[in-house]
T-cell receptor, first 112, second 115 residues
């Protein structure tokens, strides 16, 4: 079974731009969560989607948003990019009844 | 407020010996714990997990121990291999509405296994 896939793997943007990252979960997984990893803050939860609905949201500004499609694929969007948004963005999926989240390879975003 | 703490930033172990990575948590609502291994610029790879109803779980060379009264868990790797060199993250979740299914991560411990 294929793992979680994320595209693109690397991205360079400038301040003020917006960016959309994509995640395809493991087949059969309907829950998708997003995390941000930075050297200063570590791994932090952004939000979780299940059946196209946001179920939980972390402590991030409204510039960070997401959505989930009927095929469970998810996208996250960051608007008005700031230098501090440079990070590794990770997507994870899990089974409805499962506790374990499986991560994708991440998207490395650099904001200049 | 760091709810999951990995107080050792790094650990160096000789190949073939035991590696013990530690993790402490403060939130008593946490009831599921996981260990992930991570290489730079890659996503975390799931290693092993434990539910709060257990105090031990084994999978091959990896064993996780949970001490609920001390709010402490540890990951034992026996025997350690050079390929185990990576950053290890402890994570916790709570099956309550206000937490959803989010994972709260520790800061990670860099494990170096010397050959």
């Amino acid at each position: 079974k294929a793992g979680v896939t994320q595209t693109p793997r690397y991205l360079i943007k400038t301040r003020g731009q917006q960016v959309t990252l994509s995640c395809s979960p493991i087949s059969g997984h309907r829950s998708v969560s997003w995390y941000q990893q930075t050297p200063g803050q570590g791994l932090q939860f952004l939000f979780e989607y299940f059946s196209e609905t946001q179920r939980n949201k972390g402590n991030f500004p409204g510039r960070f948003s997401g959505r989930q499609f009927s095929n469970s694929r998810s996208e996250m969007n960051v608007s008005t990019l700031e230098l501090g948004d440079s990070a590794l963005y990770l997507c994870a999926s899990r089974l409805d009844s499962g506790e374990t989240q499986y991560f994708g390879p991440g998207t490395r975003l650099l904001v200049l | 407020d760091q709810q999951v703490k990995q107080n050792s930033p790094s650990l160096s172990v000789q190949e073939g010996r035991i590696s013990i990575l530690n993790c402490d948590y403060t939130n008593s609502m946490f009831d599921y714990f996981l260990w992930y291994k991570k290489y730079p610029a890659e996503g975390p790879t799931f290693l092993i997990s434990i539910s709060s109803i257990k105090d031990k779980n084994e999978d091959g060379r990896f064993t996780v121990f949970l001490n609920k009264s001390a709010k402490h868990l540890s990951l034992h790797i026996v025997p350690s291999q050079p390929g185990d060199s990576a950053v290890y993250f402890c994570a916790a979740s709570a099956r309550v509405v206000e937490y959803g299914n989010k994972l709260v991560f520790g800061a990670g411990t860099i494990l170096r296994v010397k050959s």
